[in-house]
């Protein structure tokens, strides 16, 4: 095992395990958010995912994303089982930590990604249904595209767009694909107008507080050393976060009257969305920017662009994933800068105009692959063992109904 540094390796250990404590946070957001009926539904399919995609990962997943490239699209078979995936680095992506540990850091992207989508089709879907779309996704959704983005000859790495920590990959991925969901699967029963608040806010704010805590792994994290790259990523992490809670309760306080918790929060999440893909690339003060613009994006699309166009993304995961991943992504190319990381590119801001064409080129792209092969993969599993739960199933919810359990007993 030579070349290994042992800081680096120390901090990439804990940066992987922050990542994999976002998706157990992910669950208590979103079961915040549903009606006490649903809440075991959305933790049991954040756990899930947890358990199959990491299956996956190792089979196959990691050889197609990070494999040996074809053509600048997908990565191959050639180390599916991990197959010539040692513990020696790999300097084709990280010189100073094993390959294992730089295959399971990267895992955790796959795990938290098609557990986002999760949010446009809460409290409807099939269990089943939900399985066999979460598994095709990560296949030939998610696996392709870190390709693109991360792969060495990704066609999107070699075009120059630049994604430090997943606004692609990640959230703009993740968000085309709830809106293909919330399309396909429709509204919930009642919707708009019959429907219950959020059953259990503290839960949602303990989630957005482990989303938080586990996001300076995810852009941190993916300085893959412990250094002060990962340290300028931290710095914009919070900052961002902190900047667009702050914007978010401001429209809140502008358009309805009063700051809310859950405003709030999903500011906090809007920040931290929008600044992945810069987090290694910008300075603070950029980093404060990029988070208040999109504390007020995210608003906007959430509750004006949502409510004008009448589709049900129940826990706005395109509101906030998808329009937050493709701001960031397009505000990087404005801010990036060498001074920050001489392994990237200036932005416009910097003397750069062509960056902010090659982000935009990376939006496009990526959003039309994700939406179109999601849309498609939905109409495909509900053909085959159907999408949505029996009306009367919805009416009772779907933890009894689904898995025979209820979040909240009674004992007398």
Same mark, same amino acid.
């Not at 250990?13 to 208590?28: E, R």
């Not at 702050?246 to 358009?255: E, R, S």
């Not at 049900?312 to 994933?321: M, T």
């Given at each position: %095992?030579?070349?290994?540094?042992?800081?680096?390796?120390?901090?990439?250990?804990?940066?992987?395990?922050? !990542?994999?404590?976002?998706?157990?946070?992910?669950?208590?957001?979103?079961?915040?958010?549903?009606?006490?009926?649903? !809440?075991?539904?959305? %933790?049991?399919?954040?756990?899930?995912?947890?358990?199959?995609?990491?299956?996956?990962?190792?089979?196959?997943?990691?050889?197609?994303? *990070?494999?040996?490239?074809?053509?600048?699209?997908?990565?191959?078979? $050639?180390?599916?089982?991990?197959? =010539?995936?040692?513990?020696?680095?790999?300097?084709?992506?990280?010189?100073? #930590?094993?390959?294992?540990?730089?295959?399971?850091?990267?895992?955790? *992207?796959?795990?938290?990604?098609? +557990?986002?989508?999760?949010? +446009?089709?809460? &409290?409807?879907?099939?269990?089943?249904?939900?399985?066999?779309?979460?598994?095709?996704?990560?296949?030939?959704?998610?696996?392709?595209?870190?390709?693109?983005?991360?792969?060495?000859?990704?066609?999107?790495? &070699?075009?120059? +767009?630049?994604?430090?920590?997943?606004?692609?990959?990640?959230?703009?991925?993740?968000?085309?694909?709830?809106?293909?969901?919330?399309?396909?699967?429709?509204?919930?029963?009642?919707?708009?107008?019959?429907?219950?608040?959020?059953?259990?806010?503290?839960? +949602?704010?303990? =989630?957005?507080?482990?989303?938080?805590?586990?996001?300076?792994?995810?852009?941190?994290?993916?300085?893959?050393?412990? =250094?002060?790259?990962?340290?300028?990523?931290?710095?914009?992490?919070?900052?961002?976060? @902190?900047?667009?809670?702050?914007?978010? @309760? /401001?429209?809140?306080?502008?358009?309805?009257?009063?700051?809310?918790?859950?405003? %709030? #929060?999903?500011?906090?999440?809007?920040?931290?969305?929008?600044?992945?893909?810069?987090?290694?690339?910008?300075?603070?003060?950029? @980093?404060?920017?990029?988070?208040?613009?999109?504390?007020?994006?995210?608003?906007?699309?959430?509750?004006?662009?949502?409510?004008?166009?009448?589709?049900?993304?129940?826990?706005? /995961?395109?509101?906030?994933?998808?329009?937050?991943? %493709?701001?960031? /992504?397009?505000?990087?190319?404005?801010?990036?800068?060498?001074?920050?990381?001489? @392994?990237?590119?200036?932005?416009?801001?910097?003397?750069?105009?062509?960056?902010?064409?090659?982000?935009?080129?990376?939006?496009?792209? $990526?959003?039309?692959?994700?939406?179109?092969?999601?849309?498609?993969?939905?109409?495909?599993?509900?053909?085959? !063992?159907?999408?949505? !739960?029996? $009306?009367?199933?919805?009416? #009772?919810?779907?933890?009894?109904?689904?898995?025979? &359990? $209820?979040?909240?007993?009674?004992?007398?």
């Amino acid at each position: %095992m030579t070349g290994i540094d042992t800081g680096d390796t120390a901090w990439m250990l804990v940066s992987t395990a922050l !990542v994999m404590l976002m998706t157990p946070g992910l669950a208590f957001f979103y079961g915040g958010l549903v009606r006490r009926k649903n !809440v075991l539904s959305i %933790m049991m399919q954040c756990f899930m995912i947890i358990g199959v995609i990491s299956i996956q990962w190792v089979l196959f997943g990691y050889s197609l994303a *990070f494999g040996p490239d074809h053509g600048g699209i997908i990565g191959g078979l $050639s180390w599916a089982g991990l197959h =010539g995936v040692g513990l020696d680095p790999n300097p084709d992506y990280a010189a100073t #930590i094993p390959h294992q540990l730089f295959m399971f850091f990267q895992l955790m *992207f796959a795990v938290i990604t098609p +557990a986002l989508i999760i949010g +446009a089709f809460a &409290e409807r879907m099939k269990f089943s249904a939900f399985l066999i779309f979460s598994f095709l996704w990560a296949t030939i959704v998610y696996d392709p595209m870190a390709h693109w983005v991360w792969g060495v000859g990704g066609m999107l790495r &070699e075009l120059g +767009a630049l994604d430090f920590a997943g606004g692609t990959v990640v959230h703009i991925n993740a968000g085309m694909a709830a809106l293909a969901a919330a399309l396909v699967v429709g509204k919930r029963k009642g919707y708009p107008d019959d429907m219950s608040p959020p059953h259990n806010l503290p839960f +949602a704010i303990l =989630g957005a507080a482990l989303l938080w805590f586990g996001w300076f792994g995810f852009n941190a994290g993916s300085a893959l050393s412990s =250094g002060g790259l990962s340290v300028s990523a931290f710095i914009a992490t919070h900052m961002a976060a @902190a900047t667009a809670a702050v914007a978010w @309760a /401001a429209m809140d306080w502008i358009f309805s009257k009063r700051p809310t918790a859950l405003g %709030m #929060i999903s500011g906090a999440v809007a920040g931290l969305v929008a600044i992945t893909p810069a987090s290694g690339y910008v300075t603070p003060l950029a @980093a404060i920017a990029i988070g208040a613009l999109a504390g007020v994006i995210c608003y906007t699309s959430v509750v004006f662009l949502k409510r004008k166009l009448g589709y049900d993304d129940s826990l706005d /995961a395109f509101g906030v994933h998808g329009i937050g991943g %493709m701001t960031g /992504a397009l505000l990087t190319g404005l801010w990036a800068t060498t001074v920050i990381n001489p @392994a990237g590119f200036d932005g416009l801001f910097h003397g750069n105009p062509k960056q902010l064409l090659f982000q935009f080129i990376a939006v496009v792209g $990526s959003a039309a692959y994700s939406f179109v092969l999601s849309f498609g993969l939905l109409k495909l599993v509900d053909k085959v !063992v159907g999408l949505r !739960v029996k $009306s009367d199933h919805e009416n #009772i919810g779907l933890d009894l109904t689904q898995h025979s &359990e $209820s979040a909240y007993t009674v004992v007398g």
